[in-house]
T-cell receptor, first 118, second 115 residues
């Protein structure tokens, strides 16, 4: 069963504008990491940003930032000053922290395809 | 800096044929996994391994076998290919110590078509 939900199959943004991609997840665990991955047409999976669930401060990486709402189990990605190279499929994912064993696999959403218009 | 190397990049099989997708990493990662990517489904876990000699099933293991004889290699075997196995396959690896789940390093993927 899908435990990561990306409700926007497709999004578009004008170059230089800001866009937010939504992600919600469902887990009963309290300790986990959240990730956004980018997949351009080359098919390569590229890590965009990572958030530790125990940290209240939202992660930022240059033009990419997240809005992490732990109680709501929401983890949205904001892309500022969008560039043509940002066009890609974006996947939200989480990975549980297991302290007693290490088979902590990563669960992915279905993805959001982002188009950037010049 | 090879990272995770997947071969082949493309493959066409006939129904019933067998093949092995290769995956090798040179980062001394304990954790390795195989995912398949299908439109509208995201990435779904097939099998994973937490170290040499240890493997386990993921979300969609049927029709696939794996083994892990060394830390570096984690091949995925399709014993009798079916059209439902047409997909893009990704191998991924990471460090994995209790309490420290790192992000994955992915291979470049294999596009498999079963006719």
């Amino acid at each position: 069963a899908q435990t990561v939900t990306q409700s926007q199959p497709e999004m578009s943004v004008q170059e230089a504008e800001t866009v937010t991609l939504s992600c919600t997840y469902d887990t009963s665990e309290s300790d986990y990491y959240l990730f956004w991955y980018k997949q351009p047409p080359s098919r390569q999976m590229i890590l965009v940003i990572r958030q530790e669930a125990y940290k209240q401060q939202n992660a930022t990486e240059n033009r990419f930032s997240v809005n992490f709402q732990k109680a709501a189990k929401s983890f949205s990605l904001k892309i500022s000053d969008s560039q043509l190279g940002d066009a890609a499929m974006y996947f939200c994912a989480y990975r549980i922290i297991h302290y007693q064993y290490n088979n902590n696999d990563m669960r992915f959403g279905a993805g959001t395809r982002l188009t950037v218009k010049p | 800096n090879a990272g995770v190397t997947q071969t082949p990049k493309f493959q066409v099989l006939k129904t019933g044929q067998s093949m092995t997708l290769q995956c090798a990493q040179d980062m001394n990662h304990e954790y390795m996994s195989w995912y398949r990517q299908d439109p509208g489904m995201g990435l779904r876990l097939i099998h994973y391994s937490v170290g040499a000699g240890i493997t386990d099933q993921g979300e969609v293991p049927n029709g696939y076998n794996v083994s892990r004889s060394t830390t570096e290699d984690f091949p995925l075997r399709l014993l009798s290919a079916a059209p439902s196995q047409t997909s893009v396959y990704f191998c991924a690896s990471s460090y994995s110590s209790p309490g420290q789940p790192y992000g994955y390093t992915f291979g470049s993927g294999t596009r498999l078509t079963v006719v």
